[in-house]
């Protein structure tokens, strides 16, 4: 038996076969996107006054990944809020992120709605305006059913902030860029919401 570079083989691995082993699967995460106890980022860039980054987290185990980053896309606060049914601003949807508010039906049944009214994704905020620390998992319903564009959990402060901005500029939605790379951004911490909790 040989290891292919001519000498006897010890039954075994090469060296340069067991360091692509090892690369392959430290880098096979990262072709599929992004996944659970991962963090994602965005940025609000209007209005200015709320122009932090934000974090959010994946559902565990539904929605789609981030394969595009969008650098200017609209995040569309849903109506009614709880989108657990037809939405009056649908049309806004189409084709941009939808900002949601957790509670009335399952988050599964939110991203659907979202879905089905052509959203490109959904951020789910907390229902709990003073939460600005607690990420809630969010897991799959029991009806079998899937949805396809991804979802992300947002602390209910973060998504009362924006609500409130919004409201008070008159403004039908912000405009965001996601998700955003915080290892380039060398004040990243500085960008945060004064609000959040380090």
Same mark, same amino acid.
């Given at each position: ?18 360091? *692509? ?23 609000? @860039? ?7 980054? *934000?974090?959010? $987290? ?5 929605? +789609? ?21 037809? @939405?009056?601003?649908?049309? *806004? ?10 509670? +009335? ?12 009214? +052509? ?67 060398? $004040? ?7 609000? $959040? *909790?380090?």
């Amino acid at each position: 038996m040989s290891d292919g570079g001519g000498r006897p083989g010890r039954g075994g691995c090469s060296p340069a076969m067991l360091l *692509f082993a090892v690369l392959y699967l430290c880098a096979a995460p990262l072709a599929h996107g992004l996944r659970i106890h991962e963090y994602l980022y965005f940025q609000v @860039l209007s209005p200015g006054d709320i122009r932090y980054i *934000f974090t959010a $987290t994946p559902a565990k185990d539904f929605g +789609g990944v981030f394969n595009t980053r969008y650098e200017q896309i609209h995040l569309v606060p849903a109506d009614p809020p709880e989108a657990c049914g037809e @939405l009056s601003n649908g049309v *806004f949807i189409q084709d941009q992120i939808a900002l949601v508010e957790r509670g +009335g039906c399952s988050f599964l049944s939110k991203t659907r709605v979202v879905q089905e009214h +052509g959203g490109r994704a959904v951020i789910i905020a907390d229902n709990a305006y003073d939460n600005d620390s607690f990420y809630v998992e969010m897991i799959q319903d029991s009806t079998r059913r899937t949805a396809d564009i991804p979802a992300l959990f947002l602390l209910g402060r973060d998504g009362y902030m924006i609500r409130r901005s919004l409201e008070q500029h008159g403004l039908p939605w912000a405009i965001i860029s996601i998700p955003v790379n915080v290892s380039s951004i060398p $004040t990243y911490e500085m960008m945060q919401p004064p609000w $959040t *909790f380090w």
